[in-house]
């Protein structure tokens, strides 16, 4: 059972979360109480991008600015843990063994280049949001083996954390409000509209603005936001209207609105109210009351890639390097790319076409493509 003196440092640190989520600011201070909670050496929070295999950094803390630079300018790509490790379901406290073996990421270019000469023993990392193909992360790196009682340290924090990052992106302070949105939303894969209890567009990125101007499936008229098909369009004015009240029909995680009848070409309009729990608690008044992310899939789909991986059970230097096959041509070029040797490639792809019952690099690019 906690002390009490264990619940007062746990209280202060979600304090602290939630302070960061209406202040962006205070970010660092927040990272720097995790850190000491959770026994970490340094942190990160920021984004990564599994379609596109871009990242950024969003706030740090005591990171060394020189290897953050080299990072992002040269080893990103040579990172062995990604993709894999924005597969993990989101909110699940993970390490960089629960990812690959030891043995494995200490033979390679990425851990003797730039994990080792800054001293990092051990990561905890953790899912915090997961779409499509980006996912918005955690990562605390330590100078010591991570224990037990770190990861469920950790694991206290991460409902609390998930709840700023989505308070932190959608939350209408007034103050430069726009910037702030455009700077954020447009991070985001989905194209992403808030709206108010009528329907009135508050806020739309550029992606929801290329679908408004289409006109396909929603469409702007007079400033409200509108889906085409007139069921859905019903429904999402319903839902517009709960969310306003903070009607719990609509729920704290939203629902789902298809926006076509086609299974094959399905759109579905995914509605955040942004009028529940700690949303509203923040105490500052709302000219959204909720946030619709569209989405050409189902909200919980898993990309291609990551549907492949779970399917034939591939190891993270197996997925790293199908995911290298769609984008470069040939095993010199993949070897490079991954900062991985032409042999250990080789192995990788043999694996492949094992556990896929495929026997050409192609046929594995016509893997991914059909799912």
Known sequence: MATVSELIELSTVIGDIYDAAIDPTL????????????????????????????????????????????????????????????????????????????????????YKEWVKPQGIVDALSVNLEKGVARASLINIRTDVPVSHEMRSRLALLVPHLQRAVTVGKLFDRHQDAEQALTQTLDHVEAAIVLVGADGRIVFANDAARKMLAEATLVREQDGIFAAVAADADRVLRDSF??????????????????????????????????????????????????????????????PPLEAVAKLYKLTASEVRVLDAIVRVNGVEAMAKTLGLSQATVKTHLHNLFRKTGTTRQSQLVKLIAGL
């Open 27 to 110: 970010w660092q201070q927040a990272l720097k109480s995790i850190c000491a909670y959770v026994g970490g050496a340094s942190a990160v929070l920021y984004w990564h991008d599994a379609a596109t295999e871009r990242s950024e950094a969003l706030h740090l803390f005591n990171e060394i600015p020189h290897y953050t630079k080299l990072y992002f300018e040269k080893y990103l790509p040579m990172n062995p843990m990604f993709p894999a490790t924005t597969f993990i379901d989101a909110g699940i406290v993970t390490t960089s063994k629960d990812i690959m073996p030891r043995a494995e990421f200490i033979r390679t270019q990425f």
């Open 241 to 302: 209207a709960s969310a306003e009240k903070g009607d719990a029909s609509v729920g704290v995680r939203g629902i789902a609105v298809p926006l076509t009848g086609s299974a094959q070409n399905a759109w579905f309009a995914h509605v955040l109210p942004l009028t529940s729990g700690s949303r509203r608690q923040a105490g500052q008044d709302y000219e959204a009351v909720a946030a619709v992310f569209l989405r050409k899939t189902a909200p919980n789909a898993p």
